[in-house]
């Protein structure tokens, strides 16, 4: 499986940016897809994840302005961010999960959130 997000950049504070994951290879073999962020000098955290069957969890953090959503037609992923705060800055991380737990990682899009 081979992820390639796209759609950072830089945005005011209360400003919107939706970033995309395009999927390719054995995309059958999916089930978990997700977002995580990593900002400087931070370990990397989880922002969203939505499943297969149409689950979706999302980080206290991201709850209410984050929606992450799949277009399974296109093998995308998206995520979109509203009301965004300085501490959104972060390199954020396409992740793919397939059926036996294998882990794949797109490299990621940096989103800086700075007046």
């Known amino acids: 499986v081979q992820l390639q997000a796209s759609g950072g950049g830089l945005v005011q504070p209360g400003g919107s940016l939706r970033l995309s994951c395009a999927a390719s290879?054995?995309?059958?073999?999916?089930?978990?897809m997700g977002w995580y962020r990593q900002a400087p000098g931070n370990w990397r955290e989880l922002v969203a994840t939505?499943?297969?069957?149409?689950?979706?969890n999302y980080a206290a953090s991201v709850k209410g302005r984050f929606t992450i959503s799949r277009d399974n037609a296109m093998n995308t992923l998206y995520l979109h961010m509203n009301s965004l705060k300085p501490e959104d800055t972060a390199v954020y991380y396409c992740?793919?999960?397939?059926?036996?737990?294998?882990?794949?990682w797109g490299k990621g899009t940096l989103v800086t959130v700075s007046s």
């Open positions: 290879g054995s995309i059958f073999s999916i089930d978990v």
């Open positions: 939505s499943t297969s069957g149409g689950s979706t």
């Open positions: 992740n793919a999960r397939d059926i036996i737990d294998k882990n794949y």
